[in-house]
């Protein structure tokens, strides 16, 4: 199964570790840092260039921001029906 998270980029489902809000999870300095050396060691991946409300950590740590909102992409992951490519 897959999920979209905005302009044409899909994820497998069960390769993503977890979602999470801009907003409140970049407040600790943890995950700043995080954000930061993924940025470095070039693991990041723009889905789009408005603004990022959420980003994604999949396996092999790559983070892939998206202009989605946490609740849009954790409902598409948790639809009943899902899209089979």
């Not at 199964?1 to 570790?17: E, R, S, T």
């Not at 408005?50 to 950590?57: A, G």
């Not at 740590?61 to 009943?80: D, I």
């Amino acid at each position: 199964m897959y999920i979209h998270l905005g302009n044409n980029k899909v994820l497998q489902k069960k390769k993503i570790i977890g979602i999470f809000d801009m907003d409140t999870s970049t407040k600790g300095a943890q995950t700043r840092t995080y954000l930061r050396k993924a940025e470095k060691e070039k693991r990041t991946v723009l889905t789009s260039y408005e603004i990022p409300k959420s980003f994604v950590v999949t396996e092999g740590n790559r983070v892939y921001y998206s202009q989605l909102s946490t609740s849009s992409l954790y409902g598409r992951a948790n639809r009943k029906h899902e899209i089979q490519l």
